[in-house]
């Protein structure tokens, strides 16, 4: 197990597009988290599932995001018509219950 | 609504020059706090977990403390490898995540 894996690193989109970003968790791991940080800030709660089950929603999550994590396995998290303001590093983070939450590497998005 | 503050922001130290970052929390009923590390353009590395004041925790380096109001990271001896920003957040068990703090930019140099 090489920890929580994010893909892309990097994504650059043209403002009004839609992008999706994928986080493959430790695969024991059953809580599944979403963050957002930008530059010279904290990360901030958008997300949390546990197994399939999205159970929490940040006020940060507009109806322009998504997020699923089918099966219990994968998650994906969608922004629909991108906004200048939604560059952020979006970074996501699993855990066994409540212990050791580990973060990936993080996307990095850039609209112009 | 939960609160954590770092200080100080931003910390240069010559190499060898201890000092101790500091986290002050407001929150109801902490379940625990967490101290990580982030390097530039990467996730945060988790560091330690703190659950009850009094407790301490330590690695290589570093050795964080808790009291009932705040948290401290003290570096001893630091190297430039330890330059990086440490992030401070609490999990308190009413919602599902932990709450950050903006973190303390350090800088160690030769």
């Known amino acids: 197990d090489t920890g929580v894996s994010q893909n892309p690193r990097h994504k650059i989109t043209k403002r009004g597009q839609n992008v999706t970003f994928r986080c493959d968790p430790i695969?024991?791991?059953?809580?599944l988290y979403w963050y957002r940080q930008t530059l010279g800030q904290g990360p901030e709660f958008l997300t949390y599932?546990?197994?399939?089950?999205?159970?929490?929603k940040s006020r940060l999550l507009s109806d322009r995001f998504s997020a699923e994590r089918p099966k219990g396995s994968f998650s994906t998290l969608e922004i629909q018509r991108t906004e200048q303001g939604d560059s952020a590093m979006y970074l996501c983070?699993?855990?066994?219950?409540?212990?050791?939450?580990?973060f990936g590497s993080g996307t990095r998005l850039t609209v112009v | 609504e939960d609160q954590v503050t770092q200080s100080p922001e931003a910390l240069r130290l010559q190499e060898g020059e201890s000092s101790s970052l500091n986290c002050s929390y407001t929150?109801?009923?902490?379940?625990?706090l967490f101290w990580y590390r982030q390097d530039p353009g990467k996730g945060p590395e988790f560091l330690f977990t703190?659950?009850?004041a009094g407790e301490e925790k330590e690695k290589e380096r570093l050795k964080a403390t808790l009291t009932k109001k705040e948290s401290f990271l003290h570096i001893t001896a630091p190297k430039p490898e330890d330059s990086a920003t440490y992030l401070c957040?609490?999990?308190?068990?009413?919602?599902?995540?932990?709450?950050f703090g903006t973190g303390t930019r350090l800088q160690v140099t030769l």
């Open positions: 957040a609490v999990y308190t068990g009413t919602a599902s995540k932990l709450t």
């Open positions: 695969s024991e791991h059953n809580r």
């Open positions: 983070a699993s855990s066994l219950n409540t212990d050791g939450y580990t």
């Open positions: 929150v109801s009923g902490l379940r625990g």
């Open positions: 703190l659950y009850s």
């Open positions: 599932f546990q197994n399939e089950a999205q159970l929490e």
